[in-house]
């Protein structure tokens, strides 16, 4: 009977470790509401009332920067804006993407939230990823858990 307790708590222990382990996270906020303004004015609010943001440097997603930043051909969005860390040596990356339209947009998510690599620097790796959308605006944090949670509930915030 002992055993048997002892192999039922190591099964849940197991499982629980397992769960403990997922830090991604994809969901859609709203399919019906459309997000106005230009890239930056939104990465702008995404980033308000944010305290501990590193020293960022923003860049245009383009066919030659696009894969390694949010995994996907540029073909697969219609404009995007890169959000990084000024120190490489800081993982933290946010980028945004708008698709065509919601249901494009819902495909590039899917798309990026499996080939996103949260460990393309060189000697770190993001805690946590989250994939999300707006519309047809497309949000990729991978950054430290705390600071992407913010940075998620306020890009969530965007859709009213």
Known sequence: MK????FALS???AFSLLAG?????SSSVAESVKLEGTLEEILAKV??????LP?????ELTEE???????VARSSYTEGLASDAAINA???????????????????AEEVEEKADPRKWICVEAESKIVDRIGDVVILIMAEKALADQLSANFKALAG
Not at 55 to 59: A, G, L, R, V
Not at 65 to 71: A, R
């Open 47 to 52: 980033y308000d009332g944010v305290t501990d």
């Open 21 to 25: 382990c997922g830090q991604n996270s």
């Open 65 to 71: 920067n696009s894969e390694y930043n949010v995994g």
């Open 90 to 108: 800081i993982a933290f990356s946010v980028c945004l993407m708008r698709a065509e339209d919601e249901e494009k947009a819902k495909t590039l």
């Open 55 to 59: 020293m960022t440097m923003e860049q």
């Open 11 to 13: 099964v849940l222990m």
């Open 3 to 6: 055993k048997i307790i002892a």
